[in-house]
């Protein structure tokens, strides 16, 4: 197992439950359900808007991180470049109080797969695997 297999999440609602660490599978899980539960127009609207923004350079070096890493690919970039693209997407697409987490956190890196076709609209990823 790897560091990054793990995600660690805490419970808003009861700080009596002790925080949950996440397998890779329910991290993906847990990507998968923000992805689906984003609304169309937020998520063409960030596809385009990313797309606006990114250098070639910076697609290849997307793709490529993906194709070595489908499920942590960004993990390393999350606190940096993540950051910039974050508040990107909420001053040109929507702010975190119009999704339904609330948190871009819990949607930007399925954008960004979006955004050069990484990721499909509809169909499951089951990157885990």
């Not at 975190?96 to 499909?120: F, H, I, K, M």
Request: hydrophobic letters at 35%; charged letters at 30%.
């Amino acid at each position: 197992m790897r560091a990054t297999d793990i995600k660690i999440t805490s419970n808003k609602n009861n700080e009596n439950e002790p925080i949950k660490m996440l397998s890779t599978e329910e991290f993906v899980q847990f990507h998968n359900n923000r992805w689906f539960e984003l609304p169309l127009e937020i998520k063409e609207k960030a596809k385009k808007c990313i797309n606006e923004i990114l250098t070639i350079e910076s697609k290849v070096n997307i793709i490529e991180a993906y194709e070595k890493d489908p499920v942590y690919w960004i993990s390393p970039y999350h606190f940096g470049w993540g950051m910039t693209m974050r508040n990107h997407l909420r001053e040109y697409v929507c702010t975190d109080d119009q999704l339904l987490s609330g948190n871009w956190d819990d949607y930007y890196t399925q954008c960004v797969e979006y955004a050069p076709d990484l990721r499909p609209l509809h169909a499951k990823v089951d990157t885990y695997v």
